[in-house]
């Protein structure tokens, strides 16, 4: 037990108020330079799907649904996780078919910024639906909805990227996750916020198992709400405050989507910095007071250098954001919420890369009793035909 851990809300309302002092600088900066309406995204990695491999991802997404509309028992319920074996099975085969293009264009960020924009994913706004409330109600489209093509699409898409995942403990467990503002959690640290800057993060940094990629796809963003995006490869550090990152001082807890009360179990302290150079960063869940003045300095040192190098993303419908998680703090800046249907509305996929190894230090961690769900983790990743 970390002596003196805040519960996660108390953190979560500290960095609000603004005691973190770390945290402070990074929001009070972005909240000042990142309005809703800017787009700053120089030096983004920019790959176009071509048409033929768009489609291809599109129709084998709909052949997919028409196929689970005619099974028996094809209800809501039984794919709304996505994780049903026969649902995996269709995306392994459907994987297979596509043409190399889909997986040479979500192949890692191979750049200093560790971020990739992908473009050309058909999305037709009139087709979709109100944008869903919360993510309780996106599951319960159906397998004809426009909603349920679109996250069959983001899963082949992963999938060919590596092996999408979910945790039982968020969003029911579910491989394609919604992200949408919903009422009452506008001040939350969680993609289910609005009105607070969401402070830049490691995805799930709390946890040994977080996801070596991450894939956001967008179906709607009508106000431009633009995504930050931080590489720890182009920040400079201190010798002094990079040889204090790469210790071991705080804990991260997991963030409010998994739940209040973690507090209460082993809380080891992690690397902020990576022996490779990774980052491990989630400064809203991290309880900084309790650190000692040198590593608080360090860590606004860092927060500093992570607002300079800060990008700006708006992503626009049909455009995927494919963020390296070990190098790539990303986050969202404030807006305001429509709550009539027509909000932003993104998907997100959790993607491990089987073939990338961690510092083995973090393999002792419990990762706060938060379990995988891993359905694409004992088959090979199928390959794609030539393209013809
Ligand atoms: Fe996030």
Same mark, same amino acid.
């Given at each position: @037990?970390? #002596?003196?851990?805040?519960?996660?809300?108390?953190?979560?309302?500290?960095?609000?108020?603004? !005691?973190?002092?770390?945290?402070?600088?990074?929001?009070?900066?972005?909240?000042?330079?990142?309005?809703?309406?800017?787009?700053?995204?120089?030096?983004?990695?920019?790959?176009?799907?071509?048409?033929?491999?768009?489609?291809?991802?599109?129709?084998?997404?709909?052949?997919?649904?028409?196929?689970?509309?005619?099974?028996?028992?094809?209800?809501?319920?039984?794919? !709304?996780?996505?994780?049903?074996?026969?649902?995996?099975?269709? /995306?392994?085969?459907?994987?297979?078919?596509?043409?190399?293009?889909?997986?040479?264009?979500?192949?890692? $960020?191979?750049?200093?910024?560790?971020?990739?924009?992908?473009?050309?994913?058909?999305?037709?706004?009139?087709?979709?639906?109100?944008?869903?409330?919360?993510?309780?109600?996106?599951?319960?489209?159906?397998?004809?909805?426009?909603?349920?093509?679109?996250?069959?699409? @983001?899963?082949?898409?992963?999938?060919?990227?590596?092996?999408?995942?979910?945790?039982?403990?968020?969003?029911?467990?579910?491989?394609?996750?919604?992200?949408? $503002?919903?009422?009452?959690?506008?001040?939350?640290?969680?993609?289910?916020?609005?009105?607070?800057?969401?402070? $830049?993060?490691?995805?799930?940094?709390?946890?040994?198992?977080?996801?070596?990629?991450?894939?956001?796809?967008?179906?709607?963003?009508?106000?431009?709400?633009?995504?930050?995006?931080?590489?720890?490869?182009?920040?400079?550090? !201190?010798?002094?405050?990079?040889?204090?990152?790469?210790?071991?001082?705080? $804990?991260?807890?997991?963030?409010?989507?998994?739940?209040?009360?973690?507090?209460?179990?082993?809380?080891?302290?992690?690397?902020?910095?990576?022996?490779?150079?990774?980052?491990?960063?989630?400064?809203?869940?991290?309880?900084?007071?309790?650190?000692?003045?040198?590593?608080?300095? #360090?860590?606004?040192?860092?927060?500093?250098?992570?607002?300079? /190098?800060?990008?700006?993303?708006?992503?626009?419908?049909?455009?995927?954001?494919?963020?390296?998680?070990?190098?790539?703090?990303?986050?969202?800046?404030?807006?305001?919420?429509?709550?009539?249907?027509?909000?932003?509305?993104?998907?997100?996929?959790?993607?491990?890369?089987?073939?990338?190894?961690?510092?083995?230090?973090?393999?002792?961690?419990?990762?706060?009793?938060?379990?995988?769900?891993?359905?694409?983790?004992?088959?090979?990743?199928?390959?794609?035909?030539?393209?013809?």
């Amino acid at each position: @037990m970390w #002596a003196g851990l805040p519960s996660r809300t108390e953190l979560t309302t500290l960095r609000h108020l603004g !005691s973190g002092e770390g945290n402070t600088s990074v929001n009070n900066v972005l909240r000042e330079r990142h309005t809703a309406s800017g787009d700053d995204a120089g030096g983004l990695e920019r790959r176009d799907l071509p048409d033929a491999a768009a489609h291809a991802v599109h129709d084998t997404a709909e052949e997919i649904a028409a196929t689970i509309e005619s099974m028996p028992r094809s209800s809501a319920r039984r794919f !709304s996780t996505l994780t049903d074996p026969e649902l995996i099975e269709l /995306v392994e085969a459907g994987c297979a078919r596509l043409p190399h293009e889909v997986a040479t264009a979500v192949r890692p $960020p191979a750049t200093a910024c560790g971020a990739a924009v992908v473009s050309r994913i058909p999305v037709t706004d009139a087709e979709l639906g109100p944008t869903p409330r919360d993510w309780r109600a996106a599951a319960r489209r159906t397998p004809r909805s426009a909603a349920f093509r679109h996250e069959l699409a @983001m899963l082949l898409l992963a999938r060919c990227a590596g092996q999408p995942f979910g945790w039982l403990g968020q969003q029911d467990g579910r491989l394609v996750n919604t992200i949408v $503002p919903a009422p009452g959690h506008e001040d939350e640290q969680s993609g289910a916020g609005s009105t607070t800057l969401l402070a $830049p993060h490691t995805e799930d940094a709390f946890h040994p198992a977080r996801a070596h990629l991450l894939l956001l796809g967008c179906l709607r963003n009508p106000d431009r709400v633009a995504t930050t995006i931080s590489s720890v490869r182009e920040v400079r550090l !201190s010798p002094v405050a990079d040889r204090r990152l790469r210790t071991r001082v705080l $804990p991260i807890l997991p963030d409010v989507s998994y739940g209040n009360d973690f507090h209460r179990q082993p809380c080891p302290p992690v690397a902020t910095v990576g022996p490779a150079g990774t980052l491990r960063y989630d400064p809203a869940y991290t309880p900084l007071d309790d650190g000692d003045a040198e590593f608080r300095s #360090a860590y606004t040192e860092l927060g500093a250098e992570l607002e300079r /190098v800060c990008r700006t993303a708006i992503l626009r419908p049909g455009q995927l954001l494919l963020l390296d998680n070990d190098v790539v703090v990303h986050g969202r800046v404030p807006f305001t919420p429509r709550y009539d249907g027509t909000d932003r509305w993104l998907l997100r996929v959790n993607i491990a890369l089987p073939q990338r190894n961690r510092d083995p230090a973090e393999r002792s961690e419990t990762g706060y009793g938060q379990r995988t769900v891993t359905p694409f983790a004992h088959t090979p990743r199928p390959t794609p035909p030539s393209y013809r």
